[in-house]
């Protein structure tokens, strides 16, 4: 596909999904990305990327993209064809939904700074209906949803090689968007299916309640295999070789986590109001069955000292929001008297101030008697430190 500089993209909110999507579209097209964070917009200005990822610094150093970051709204949103929102929606206990406010705010800037033949794509997670209420409450049918499927560590390969496109959307200039996400994409073989707006968002929510659920359906096979001295490894090898079952998503871990799952669960449930419903409650509810049942797997090897050895969800991620790890650790400090340290040397963790936090890989080793870690890598292979982990094939 040729570069169109005569089509224009403005992204809103330049995270994971808005930047590696912005890196994907700006081979193509112009793309103008916005973010209230100053210090990111200076960073991608001087080709540096706030995220960890190689497929993303890559491309950002490329010569054959068309980005512009900016702090200016106006300029962000002037002209432009298709406006994607991708700012966070984090899940808010005391309402039991997501906060859309920011997304709502970008929809809010988008009516009043873009032209009118402009088409609004969410791809922040939203509740299911929210489309719906945002087109009735302004009175526009621009406003569509397209959901993102990314994982952390791999979002611009993700990206460039979708699964497949959701476009929430019937209308003629939705079904334009899909050609034109169809063609910048490296797999041309990928479908493009469009639904109603509802049904969009509730793929996106029933695809991460299902990755939840089959994370935490091998978290429980692992509990039971280590409750009863059984080989986790060869009960997984031996269930996994089903083609109905899979050899995926099947390494045990100390629980499901990261920004999307855990968030997309509670809200999935929320959605379910007055639906009867058993499985998605106990997928909300496995992660604190499994911790609960760690710790006291870990309190019965009586450590003195705990070291806790990254607390990002996976390996090559910069990112530790809702990890599993830190979770566990937390439940020990709060509820048992044991000492606890945490080795990180590339995450700034101003808010575990209540941790002794180390940098140093040799100071971190020289004075604990327990290692824990959510998942194995070459630093770990050759200490004679106990080490509990319930990763066993060395991977995410």
């Known amino acids: 596909m040729s570069r169109n500089i005569t089509i224009k993209f403005s992204v809103i909110g330049l995270g994971y999904v808005g930047l590696a999507n912005s890196m994907v579209l700006a081979k193509y097209f112009e793309v103008v990305g916005f973010d209230q964070d100053k210090k990111i917009i200076a960073n991608l200005q001087d080709k540096k990327s706030h995220i960890n990822e190689d497929g993303i610094k890559n491309a950002l150093k490329s010569d054959k993209i068309n980005f512009l970051a900016t702090d200016s709204k106006k300029l962000c949103y002037e002209k432009s064809d298709y406006i994607i929102i991708a700012t966070p929606t984090n899940y808010d206990p005391e309402i039991n939904f997501f906060d859309t406010s920011s997304v709502e705010s970008s929809i809010n800037d988008a009516l009043e700074l873009s032209p009118d033949q402009s088409l609004i794509i969410i791809k922040s997670t939203i509740p299911i209906g929210f489309v719906k209420e945002m087109n009735a409450k302004y009175k526009t049918s621009r406003i569509i949803f397209c959901p993102e499927f990314l994982r ?225 890598d070459d630093n770990l292979k050759k200490l004679n430190i106990p080490i509990f982990t319930r990763d066993i094939y060395n991977e995410n």
Do not use: W
Request: charged share 25%.
């Open 152 to 376: 952390e560590g791999s979002s611009y390969e993700d990206a460039a090689n979708p699964s497949r496109i959701i476009i929430g959307s019937h209308l003629d200039e939705a079904k334009e968007l899909g050609s034109i996400l169809k063609r910048t994409s490296n797999k041309k073989e990928v479908a493009v299916i469009h639904t109603g707006s509802d049904e969009a968002e509730a793929i996106k929510l029933f695809s991460n309640t299902y990755l939840a659920m089959r994370v935490a359906f091998f978290n429980e096979l692992d509990s039971f295999a280590l409750n009863n001295s059984l080989s986790s490894q060869e009960i997984i090898d031996g269930v996994s070789q089903d083609n109905r079952i899979g050899r995926f998503y099947n390494n045990p871990s100390f629980g499901y986590g990261g920004y999307c799952l855990p968030k997309d669960t509670k809200q999935l449930l929320s959605n379910f109001n007055s639906t009867p419903q058993n499985i998605i409650s106990a997928v909300v509810e496995s992660n604190k069955t499994r911790r609960d049942f760690l710790a006291k797997k870990i309190l019965e090897m009586q450590p003195k000292k705990i070291g806790i050895y990254r607390v990002s969800m996976k390996a090559n991620s910069d990112n530790h929001r809702s990890s599993a790890i830190l979770k566990l650790c937390k439940h020990i400090k709060d509820s048992f008297d044991v000492e606890i340290c945490i080795f990180e040397p590339e995450i700034l963790l101003s808010d575990l101030s209540d941790f002794e936090l180390i940098n140093d890989f040799e100071k971190f080793i020289s004075d604990i008697d327990l290692i824990l870690a959510n998942r194995i």
